[in-house]
């Protein structure tokens, strides 16, 4: 059988086996297979689907084209969790610290910024004198010493998945909930944890917009992840809004800070609860939600979560000082209020339309390896479903130059929507 035969087996619809996913694999590693080739294999696939077994067989190809890492069993129990991609999602920064102290070792593999979503990567970076580029060694250090760490996706973990991406993101094939599953479940399984929740969220902010879309894709995650005695949770949560106050990288990390002090906000820190708590339950540390809740709270209240963080950070080589204003973070040079022109009740704030703009304003990128501006980015004061009178504050807006203020200021009359009482 040649690689190219199980092109033709794929686009004439017949279920491909274990061993014809594996040549595919294989074959595109070492150049046998060329680009278009792929690419025809890819958009089969997109057209016809892949069932649950090529799902797990292609999860598996894909794990085996590069290093997984292990840890030491005393480490034990190893646990992760990933979110699809949002618009102020800053959980990963809250959660991490909070699960260490509640028992469990995150050796968390994070992504950067895709398309209007941010990446957790790109936040941290935004902490003066931090290093992301864990080696293994030093990723295993970390996690023996602090109980986790935030590393950067390495070439060595999974390099099928960034070409496959690569490829997927110029012919149209991202969109395949096998294919998300396939790409998703390998790199979790790379980082050697036993465990992962996965948040997957829909709605204007998301990934995925459509919630039904969303749910496939969670029962897909969890039912590959069986089949190849991963352990996976998934929930599924709206990402209509920005999540939590703010928007922007180094703003993210400050409201993390303040999360950890107990000064979160009501959306942010349910999500975050019910996730640690999520993680506790997969790991057999709980025997129900509601106390993997009491205990993550109580890893807030003490503040043990604010000092593990600090500590974890340090660790990397940055420094969070909590003694200054903005705790020692990069901070914009021009910041103006938005007020809301009419009194009303705030009926949306588009998540995604806020993240396009923070990418335009420097806070993103818009091809890989472009710089990200740290700074920029908007603190809400108020959220949907919030009154507001004419003038009051809605958000405030940071920017590294004038006209970037003025125009994202701007802009926000249509992102922002006031339904008049
Ligand atoms: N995130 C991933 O890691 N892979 C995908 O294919 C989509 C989202």
């Given at each position: 059988m040649r690689a190219y035969d199980v092109l033709?087996?794929?686009r004439d619809g017949v279920e491909l086996d274990k061993s014809e996913i594996g040549l595919l694999v294989e074959s595109y590693l070492d150049g046998e297979l060329t680009d278009y080739q792929m690419s025809a294999f890819l958009m089969a696939?997109?057209?016809n689907g892949l069932s649950l077994d090529e799902t797990a067989a292609l999860t598996e190809a894909m794990l085996s084209s590069g290093d997984v890492l292990s840890f030491e069993e005393s480490l034990a129990p190893l646990v992760d969790k990933h979110s699809t991609g949002g618009v102020g999602d800053k959980v990963s920064l809250?959660?991490?610290?909070?699960?260490?102290?509640?028992?469990?070792?995150?050796?968390?593999i994070s992504g950067r910024s895709l398309g209007f979503t941010g990446g957790t990567l790109d936040k941290l970076e935004s902490i003066p004198g931090i290093e992301t580029s864990l080696d293994p060694e030093k990723m295993k250090e970390i996690v023996s010493e602090q109980g986790g760490c935030f590393a950067a996706q390495t070439e060595r973990l999974v390099p099928a998945d960034g070409k496959l991406y690569a490829l997927r993101d110029a012919t149209g094939t991202v969109e395949s909930i096998p294919l998300i599953t396939s790409s998703i479940l390998s790199k979790k399984m790379a980082e050697g944890v036993e465990a992962n929740v996965i948040d997957v969220k829909f709605g204007r902010g998301a990934f995925m917009e459509d919630e039904a879309r969303a749910a496939s894709l969670a029962e897909m995650l969890e039912e590959v992840g069986r089949?190849?005695?991963?352990?996976v949770k998934t929930i599924?949560?709206?990402?209509?809004?920005p999540l939590g106050k703010s928007v922007g990288n180094a703003l993210e990390v400050a409201e993390a800070v303040e999360s950890l002090m107990g000064e979160g906000s009501d959306d942010l820190m349910a999500l975050t609860h019910r996730l640690v708590a999520e993680m506790l339950l997969l790991a057999g540390r709980v025997e129900t939600l509601e106390r993997g809740v009491s205990l993550s709270k109580e890893a807030i209240d003490s503040q043990r979560a604010l000092e593990r963080f600090v500590s974890i950070v340090e660790a990397q080589g940055g420094r969070i000082d909590l003694e200054k204003e903005g705790f020692g973070?990069?901070?914009a040079d021009f910041i103006a209020s938005f007020k809301?022109?009419?009194s009303g009740l705030i009926k949306g704030i588009d998540a995604r339309g806020i993240g396009e703009l923070l990418?335009?304003?420097?806070g993103g990128r818009f091809r890989a390896g472009d710089q990200i501006d740290p700074a920029p980015g908007f603190v809400f004061e108020r959220k949907v479903g919030e009154r507001v009178a004419v003038n009051d504050v809605i958000c405030e807006v940071h920017a590294s130059d004038e006209s970037a203020l003025s125009g994202a200021v701007s802009r926000l009359r249509d992102l922002i929507e006031i339904e008049a009482l």
């Open positions: 033709i087996k794929k696939s997109f057209l809250v959660l991490l610290p909070i699960a260490v102290e509640c028992g469990l070792r995150v050796p968390m089949r190849l005695s991963f352990k599924l949560s709206p990402m209509d809004q973070l990069p901070r809301a022109g009419k990418r335009e304003m420097g």
